[in-house]
Protein backbone atom coordinates (compact mmCIF):
# COMPACT_ATOMS: atom_id res chain seq x y z
CA UNK A 1 0.00 0.00 0.00
CA UNK A 2 1.55 3.16 -1.46
CA UNK A 3 0.61 6.41 1.22
CA UNK A 4 -0.38 9.92 -0.60
CA UNK A 5 -0.05 12.09 2.62
CA UNK A 6 2.83 13.78 2.06
CA UNK A 7 6.24 14.47 3.96
CA UNK A 8 5.44 17.15 6.83
CA UNK A 9 7.27 20.22 6.52
CA UNK A 10 11.24 20.85 7.96
CA UNK A 11 9.61 22.83 10.32
CA UNK A 12 7.01 20.84 11.33
CA UNK A 13 9.57 17.59 11.98
CA UNK A 14 11.87 20.20 14.06
CA UNK A 15 8.99 21.29 16.44
CA UNK A 16 7.99 17.59 17.08
CA UNK A 17 11.84 17.15 17.70
CA UNK A 18 12.33 19.86 20.19
CA UNK A 19 8.95 19.14 21.53
CA UNK A 20 10.13 15.34 22.22
CA UNK A 21 13.37 16.37 23.44
CA UNK A 22 11.70 18.00 26.11
CA UNK A 23 9.56 15.66 27.20
CA UNK A 24 12.61 13.09 27.59
CA UNK A 25 14.68 15.30 29.37
CA UNK A 26 11.55 15.95 31.55
CA UNK A 27 11.84 12.02 31.90
CA UNK A 28 15.45 11.84 32.73
CA UNK A 29 15.38 15.37 35.24
CA UNK A 30 12.76 13.64 37.35
CA UNK A 31 14.52 10.22 37.18
CA UNK A 32 17.63 11.83 38.54
CA UNK A 33 15.71 13.68 41.31
CA UNK A 34 14.11 10.32 42.51
CA UNK A 35 17.59 8.85 42.42
CA UNK A 36 19.20 12.19 44.27
CA UNK A 37 16.31 12.11 47.10
CA UNK A 38 16.22 8.17 47.45
CA UNK A 39 20.35 7.94 48.08
CA UNK A 40 20.47 10.98 50.42
CA UNK A 41 17.55 10.08 52.87
CA UNK A 42 17.90 6.29 52.63
CA UNK A 43 22.09 6.76 53.19
CA UNK A 44 22.52 9.39 55.69
CA UNK A 45 26.16 9.11 55.17
CA UNK A 46 26.19 10.37 52.17
CA UNK A 47 26.03 13.93 51.23
CA UNK A 48 23.94 15.52 48.06
CA UNK A 49 26.96 15.67 45.62
CA UNK A 50 27.38 12.18 46.11
CA UNK A 51 23.49 11.18 45.70
CA UNK A 52 24.40 13.36 43.05
CA UNK A 53 26.97 11.49 41.26
CA UNK A 54 25.15 7.96 42.38
CA UNK A 55 21.68 8.78 40.66
CA UNK A 56 23.50 9.76 37.50
CA UNK A 57 25.90 7.45 37.32
CA UNK A 58 23.24 4.36 38.11
CA UNK A 59 20.90 6.37 35.11
CA UNK A 60 23.30 6.08 32.96
CA UNK A 61 24.16 2.67 32.97
CA UNK A 62 27.54 3.08 34.61
CA UNK A 63 27.37 1.83 38.15
CA UNK A 64 27.50 3.39 41.69
CA UNK A 65 30.10 4.70 43.37
CA UNK A 66 29.36 3.89 47.28
CA UNK A 67 31.99 4.77 49.43
CA UNK A 68 33.13 1.28 50.67
CA UNK A 69 33.43 2.27 54.34
CA UNK A 70 29.78 3.06 54.38
CA UNK A 71 27.26 -0.13 55.67
CA UNK A 72 23.96 -0.07 53.51
CA UNK A 73 21.15 -0.46 55.04
CA UNK A 74 18.85 -2.85 53.37
CA UNK A 75 16.44 -0.11 52.99
CA UNK A 76 19.23 1.66 51.31
CA UNK A 77 20.10 -1.87 49.44
CA UNK A 78 16.34 -2.39 48.24
CA UNK A 79 15.68 1.38 47.03
CA UNK A 80 19.23 1.01 44.87
CA UNK A 81 17.87 -2.28 43.17
CA UNK A 82 14.79 -0.56 42.63
CA UNK A 83 15.88 2.57 41.49
CA UNK A 84 18.19 0.65 39.15
CA UNK A 85 16.00 -1.67 37.76
CA UNK A 86 13.62 1.74 37.35
CA UNK A 87 16.56 3.30 35.60
CA UNK A 88 17.35 1.03 33.16
CA UNK A 89 13.15 1.15 31.72
CA UNK A 90 13.49 5.12 32.23
CA UNK A 91 17.21 5.58 30.42
CA UNK A 92 16.40 2.86 26.72
CA UNK A 93 12.33 4.62 27.06
CA UNK A 94 13.83 8.21 27.06
CA UNK A 95 16.00 7.28 24.18
CA UNK A 96 12.68 5.60 21.91
CA UNK A 97 11.54 8.78 22.73
CA UNK A 98 14.02 11.19 21.00
CA UNK A 99 14.56 8.30 18.39
CA UNK A 100 10.54 8.19 17.45
CA UNK A 101 10.09 11.55 14.96
CA UNK A 102 13.66 10.51 13.16
CA UNK A 103 12.26 6.93 12.29
CA UNK A 104 8.56 8.01 12.06
CA UNK A 105 9.94 10.60 9.27
CA UNK A 106 12.29 8.05 7.76
CA UNK A 107 9.59 5.62 7.35
CA UNK A 108 6.97 7.75 6.26
CA UNK A 109 9.82 9.14 3.26
CA UNK A 110 10.31 4.95 2.26
CA UNK A 111 6.62 4.78 2.05
CA UNK A 112 5.80 8.34 -0.08
CA UNK A 113 4.41 7.23 -3.56
CA UNK A 114 7.16 8.05 -6.64
CA UNK A 115 6.09 10.77 -9.13
CA UNK A 116 9.02 10.51 -10.78
CA UNK A 117 7.85 10.05 -15.10
CA UNK A 118 11.08 7.57 -15.54
CA UNK A 119 9.50 4.86 -17.45
Known amino acids: MVKK ?8 FYRRLWKNAIFGMSILLVSLLIGVLGYKFTIPEMDWYDSLLNAAMILSGMGPMIDPKIILSDTAKVFASLYALFSGVAFISTIGILIAPIAHRFFHKLHLEDTSDDQ
Do not use: C, F, R, S
Open 5 to 12: TKLAPVKV
